[in-house]
C-alpha cells in the first residue's frame, strides 16, 4: 500500500476513523447512483470543506482502478461548492441541463458606489439575471419575507431582474423555471 493510502486509513477523531474530505467526495461520487443526489452530496461536502477539484482528482489518480470512477468523472465537473442547499444544486443542474450557462453561485452584488446589496443564490452577472431558491421559511417567515422583498426591489432598481424559484416550480413546472431563466 503507497504512502497516500496509508495516510487514509490512518487519520482518527477521538479515536473515531475518519476520511478527508477528499477521500470522503472520491467514495460519495463512486457509490451514489443519483447523478442529482451525488451531485448535491459533493456541493454540500465542497460548502462544508473548501475540497477542491484538484484534490478529488489527486484521490482519483491515487485509486485509478477503483470501481466507479467513470461515475465520479461524470458529476466531478457539476460540483459547485456555492450550493448552500440541495434544491439550489438542483436549481443550477435544471439550468446545466437545458443549454443554459452555469451561473455562479453565491453572486455579491455591489451598487455604483461600491456598497454591497445583496447576495444573490445563483447569477448571470453580465446579462443581470439573479436566481434565488425560496424555501418555506421565505413564504412562512414575516421577516425573511419583508428583507426578500427589500432585496428584489432594490436589485430592480440596480436593473437585475430576479427569478424566484420553489421546490413546487422545480418538481412540477420545470420547464416553466427553465424558460423564465432563458428569457
Excluded at 450550493?83 to 455579491?108: C, H, M, S, Y
Excluded at 417567515?141 to 420553489?166: C, H, M, T, Y
Aim: hydrophobic share 40%; with cysteine; aromatic share 6%.
Amino acid at each position: 500500500m503507497d504512502g497516500e493510502c496509508a495516510r487514509e486509513r490512518d487519520l482518527t477523531l477521538n479515536g473515531m476513523p475518519v476520511t478527508t474530505p477528499a477521500r470522503t467526495a472520491f467514495d460519495l461520487g463512486r457509490h451514489i447512483r443519483s447523478r442529482t443526489v451525488a451531485v448535491q452530496r459533493l456541493d454540500a461536502l465542497a460548502n462544508a470543506t473548501d475540497v477542491k477539484r484538484s484534490d478529488i482528482e489527486a484521490m482519483i489518480d491515487a485509486h485509478h482502478g477503483a470501481g466507479g470512477i467513470p461515475r465520479l468523472k461524470s458529476v466531478l465537473p457539476l460540483v459547485d461548492g456555492g450550493a448552500e442547499l440541495p434544491q439550489e444544486t438542483v436549481a443550477r443542474l435544471a439550468l446545466i441541463d437545458a443549454g443554459l450557462p452555469n451561473p455562479k453561485t453565491q453572486f455579491r452584488v455591489f451598487d455604483a458606489y461600491g456598497q454591497f446589496v445583496a447576495r444573490l443564490d445563483m447569477a448571470h452577472d453580465e446579462v443581470k439575471v439573479g436566481i434565488e431558491y425560496d424555501g418555506p421559511q421565505h413564504w412562512t417567515d414575516p421577516a425573511v419575507r419583508q428583507r426578500d422583498i427589500d432585496k428584489q426591489f432594490v436589485l430592480n432598481e440596480l436593473g437585475w431582474i430576479v427569478i424566484r424559484v420553489s421546490r413546487d416550480l422545480l418538481r412540477y413546472r420545470r420547464p416553466t423555471y427553465v424558460a423564465r431563466a432563458a428569457a
